[in-house]
């Protein structure tokens, strides 16, 4: 993909101007967040993991590998969103916003990772 600036945030961070383009990628808004709060550029849904993926990873550790694996298959039939994300960052800075608790094992964190290996 070359050179990007990606970065992820969770959604109940305070958003800051180092944020560049903010880019919600989770499928369901964050709970108790309002449009103003989390000044999002963009609400990327299509590009969070299937519903039934994200049942079946339950944000469970044990899982995250086949999770990302998962994801990544689901990821390689939506190239129009991936396209959407690679030329974006490719602009400018570009923050990932999500909103599980788990800040090492979510969407985000594994949408960054594939997104830096194309």
């Known amino acids: ?7 992820i945030k969770r959604a ?9 383009e903010r880019i919600l990628v989770d ?3 964050p709970r108790g ?3 103003e709060t989390l000044q999002l550029t963009v609400w990327l849904r299509e590009i969070a993991p299937s519903g039934a993926l994200c049942t079946w990873f339950g944000h469970d550790p044990e899982k995250w590998d ?4 998962r994801y990544f ?5 939506r190239p129009e969103l991936v396209r959407e ?3 974006r960052a490719g602009k400018g800075l570009v923050t ?21 290996s194309l």
């Open 1 to 7: 993909m070359g050179r990007t600036m990606l970065k």
């Open 12 to 20: 109940y961070e305070t958003p800051s101007a180092e944020d560049g």
């Open 27 to 29: 499928r369901f808004w």
């Open 33 to 35: 967040m309002s449009k």
């Open 66 to 69: 086949e999770f990302r694996a």
């Open 73 to 77: 298959e689901e990821l390689k039939s």
């Open 85 to 87: 994300l690679q030329d």
């Open 96 to 116: 990932l916003v999500f909103g599980a608790r788990d800040e090492q094992h979510n969407n985000a964190v594994a949408l960054k990772a594939y997104l830096e």
